[in-house]
């Protein structure tokens, strides 16, 4: 049995009563409370989520610049120091490796944030094409990371608002943080980097600030309804980046690695597309299942599925034929056995209502 | 609100944490706390049609939560009579009540002997200190 990471704040976890499970090698909390309240209470009010389970890679060297912007998607050149940009690590494919948000900590200095599952294969790609001039680390167990994130959340930790993709240092109750202007719920907030050894004051200040413990779970399905990919459902390396509805953070007028196979499939347009849907009939599709467009068509697979705790409906994703993958198109979902109707609709699936 | 851990004396117990309530020549059935504690909050039913077999130690339907879905396997063979449809329209009934309001359905039961397969509460509680 392989041994599970743990990160820095594991006790506290255990200490609220969360439930513990394994994720990408790691122990960390599904739930403290439940899933649908802790997802209601980002989306109401504030919650904090221990994402120090994820990579950090830092890049630095004269050449860092040359081999991010020879291998990440999007034009690292638009990135200037304070400023982040969401991008994939791409194959000779298009398909992704990985996807992250790089932060230009100087003019020759890259912070890459990536998934816990895909750090060693993302370290290991960068250390690969190393250029003369350019280190590649992983860092990862240095740092320790916290999504604060909700309506309120800048309130509660007392930050004023800023520009979304950006970051500056700060300090939160006395502690140290990389305060970043992104996240991966749909609203509004912050990711703060701090040292490893920093974590549990820092997750203290932030509890005692009146945020709201959220667990994997309701991360999961705050990133489904405003459809966020997941990397290992939705998005790999066996879909090119077209495909999985992420040419916008391509610059394929930049040279990246699978940028040819790219332009070729944008030239041709894609034969499937990732597409969001919503059940319209009271069902809950999972990973895996197969879905259908309702007039025929080939198959296609569902990449994730959840009930939307906002709507209190069966939502998901899933590849379709490119020709079937308008919304308002009717589908059907095998669900088990039985045929359960769906609908694709745009993107995203949960829209706030505008005050 | 979640129910507080409890285990009725008056049931019978199946290993998969399902019960029976037994009366005459019918029996209620429902999941015990155990169960819906480990799915966590439940957000789907999907009950079996009234009138249709089950089978003992069959699956009858599923529930979902959120991130599981969990096959309910029947503890005794029998017609179904009833679907409990505050459970299909409200399915954290459940979770707050899962021996009373949040049953599941009721069966006349076609082979009355098989209770005696069943587990006592005290049997019962015996895989849960193993689970």
Sequence with gaps: MQTLRRTPLHDRHVALGARMVPFAGWEMPVQYEGVIQEHKAVRADAGVFDVSHMGELEIEGPTARDLLQSTLSNDVDKLEVGGAQYTLLTNDDGGIVDDLIVYRLGEFHFLLVVNASNREPAYRWLKERELRGSDVRDVSDEYALLAVQGPRALERLGLEPAKPFTWAMGEVDGVEVMINRTGYTGEEGVELACMADDAVALWDAVLARGVTPVGLGARDTLRLEVCYPLHGNDIGPQWDAISSGLGWACALDTEFTGVERLRQVKAAGPAQKLVPFVMTEKAIPRQHMTISPADGGGPGTVTSGSLSPMLDIGIGMGYIPAERSAAGTELVIDVRGKPRRAEIVKKPIYKKERA | ?131
């Design chain 2, 1 to 131: 609100m979640a129910a507080n851990e409890s285990y009725p004396e008056d049931l019978l117990y199946h290993p998969e944490h399902d019960w029976a309530r037994i009366e005459g020549d019918e029996a209620v059935l429902g999941v015990t706390w155990y169960a819906q504690d480990a799915l966590g909050e439940l957000v789907h039913y999907e009950p079996p049609t009234e009138g249709a077999t089950v089978s003992k130690d069959a699956s009858y339907g599923e529930v979902e939560s959120v991130k599981a879905v969990s096959d309910l396997i029947s503890p005794l063979s029998g017609e179904v009579l009833e679907v409990n449809q505050k459970v299909v329209d409200a399915p954290e009934t459940v979770n707050e009540d899962p021996y009373g309001d949040g049953w599941l359905i009721r069966i006349r039961l076609t082979n009355p002997s098989e209770r005696d397969e069943l587990l006592s509460l005290d049997s019962y509680k015996q895989v849960l200190a193993e689970a």
